[in-house]
C-alpha cells in the first residue's frame, strides 16, 4: 500500500489549496479513504472521510463547510479542497486508509497558513 499526499504550501488566512493523494497497491475504489492531519508534538486529527464510492462523505466540525473531500477512483487519486484557510489550519496532511484492521498513512504534505 502507497500513498502519496502531495499539493501542499504556504497561503495566506482566507487562501485556498488543492490537496491530492495517489494511492497505489490495493483496490482503490473498495475502500473508506480519509484525510488526517497533524500539527507538530499533537496527536494526529481526522478531517475528513469518504466511502467508498465517494457518495458519502464526513468532516470534522472546524473544516465543515470549508473543506471538501472527493475521489476519482479511475485515476487512484484522493482529493481535499481547502478554501478559506484558517492560521489553526497549519499542519501536516496525510491521506489514510484501513485494511483487513491495519491502518496505512502515507507521507504527507505541509499546509502552512499565514500572513
Known amino acids: 500500500v502507497q500513498l502519496q499526499a502531495s499539493g501542499g504550501g504556504l497561503v495566506q488566512p482566507g487562501g485556498s489549496l488543492t490537496l491530492s493523494c495517489a494511492a497505489s497497491?490495493?483496490?482503490?475504489?473498495?475502500?473508506?479513504m480519509t484525510w488526517v492531519r497533524q500539527i507538530h508534538g499533537k496527536d494526529p486529527e481526522w478531517v475528513a472521510a469518504i466511502d467508498e464510492s465517494g457518495g458519502i462523505a464526513n468532516y470534522e466540525e472546524s473544516v465543515k463547510g470549508r473543506f471538501t473531500i472527493s475521489r476519482d477512483n479511475t485515476r487512484n487519486i484522493l482529493y481535499l479542497k481547502m478554501n478559506n484557510l484558517k492560521i489553526e489550519d497549519t499542519a501536516m496532511y496525510y491521506c489514510?486508509?484501513?485494511?483487513?484492521?491495519?491502518?496505512?498513512r502515507g507521507q504527507g504534505t505541509l499546509v502552512t497558513v499565514s500572513s
Open positions: 489514510a486508509t484501513e485494511i483487513n484492521d491495519s491502518t496505512y
Open positions: 497497491g490495493f483496490t482503490f475504489s473498495s475502500y473508506f
